[in-house]
């Protein structure tokens, strides 16, 4: 749960990243023919989930389900549209667009984890020229490794919803930076600079 501020490699690769999405979620402004033949969906927001393989497609409906229900839309303050990379169409017209990285299994087809603790951040955002950039970074690995008790001996779906819950939970914090443009944390809850397993599973928040 940081804020990066050094300049590296993934530094480069987001403002890469940040360079690609910009043109793409303005695509149709500047393509008239294809806004005649095919009316554009406009939404206020958009938020593209970026998964590290195609084959986590079963937890992406749980993963959404958990985004849908988290403080994520209230940060938001108006209705955000979750899609996928590959759902991610051409001509869809937004005026936020927001982006959640996820790195590591995220699939849940094994049900072992490793006990060690995380070594690094669960989540992260980054920070360029003092602007925390549109992108949230979550380390299913290490999400998995805190939980790994939590999902010690549930099934494949109950596993799916337990890193959902988390997942989403990291995304509420990761997005309250962006949203605040703040790299502080809060004394409790979620905006604390650590959270524990019981803060990402808790079934209340608030
Ligand atoms: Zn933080």
């Not at 793409?24 to 998964?51: G, M, N």
């Not at 949203?179 to 397993?197: D, F, M, N, W, Y």
Request: charged share 25%; aromatic share 6%.
């Amino acid at each position: 749960m940081r804020v990066l501020l050094e300049l590296s490699k993934i530094l480069q690769a987001a403002a890469r990243r940040r360079a690609v999405l910009a043109p793409l979620l303005s695509l149709l402004f500047t393509s008239p023919v294809f806004a005649a033949q095919q009316p554009a969906e406009a939404y206020d927001t958009v938020v593209i989930v970026d998964f590290p393989s195609p084959s986590s497609s079963g937890f992406w409906p749980v993963l959404k389900s958990e985004l849908e229900r988290s403080e994520t839309p209230k940060l938001l303050t108006a209705s955000a549209l979750w899609i996928t990379r590959d759902e991610f169409q051409k001509g869809m017209e937004s005026k936020h667009g927001y982006e959640i990285l996820l790195h590591g299994d995220c699939r849940m087809a094994a049900s072992g984890a490793s006990r060690n603790p995380p070594r690094g951040p669960l989540g992260w955002v980054l920070m360029v020229n003092g602007q925390i950039q549109p992108f949230v970074h979550v380390d299913c690995d290490r999400v998995r490794q805190m939980l790994h008790r939590e999902l010690r001996d549930k099934t494949i779906a109950e596993r799916r919803r337990i890193l959902a819950r988390a997942v989403s939970r990291i995304v509420v914090h990761e997005m309250t930076h962006i949203v605040t443009q703040s790299p502080l944390h809060g004394a409790s809850g979620l905006e604390k600079a650590r959270v524990s397993s019981s803060d990402l599973l808790a079934y209340k928040t608030d």
